[in-house]
Nanobody
């Protein structure tokens, strides 16, 4: 089964930018959605951004209200990689960020990356 590996996390000052990457170990056939979630200390994991990879809504995106206008998700099918561009970062964006993918194999299957830490601090 394909594995996901995130990269791009780190320490950034408020107002700065980071780009997270999520690379699949192979082509994910029947890919349905790719997404980014985050989990801050003491909080539940929450959806940050999602992109519909196929179907009539292919290319459509959805964002958490807290990141709209600052974050952007994109997918490069040729590289089996998706990204989260994060601009104007705030301290409340500090969290472990996880990427995921949903694909179809008779049933829907969801896989996750191991997470990458983003710390926004001066």
């Amino acid at each position: 089964q394909e594995q996901l590996v995130e990269s791009g996390g780190g320490l950034v000052q408020p107002g700065g930018s980071l780009r997270l990457s999520c690379a699949s170990s192979g082509t994910i056939f029947n890919l349905r959605t790719v997404g980014w979630y985050r989990q801050a200390p003491g909080k539940q994991r929450e959806l940050v951004a999602e992109l519909v990879a196929a179907g009539p809504s292919g290319g459509s995106t959805d964002y958490a209200d807290s990141v709209k206008g600052r974050f952007a998700i994109s997918l490069d099918n040729a590289k089996n990689t998706w990204y989260l561009q994060m601009n104007n970062l705030k301290s409340e964006d500090t969290a472990v960020y996880y990427c995921n993918a949903v694909f179809e194999r008779l049933a829907y299957i969801e896989i996750w990356g191991q997470g990458t830490l983003v710390t926004v601090s001066s």
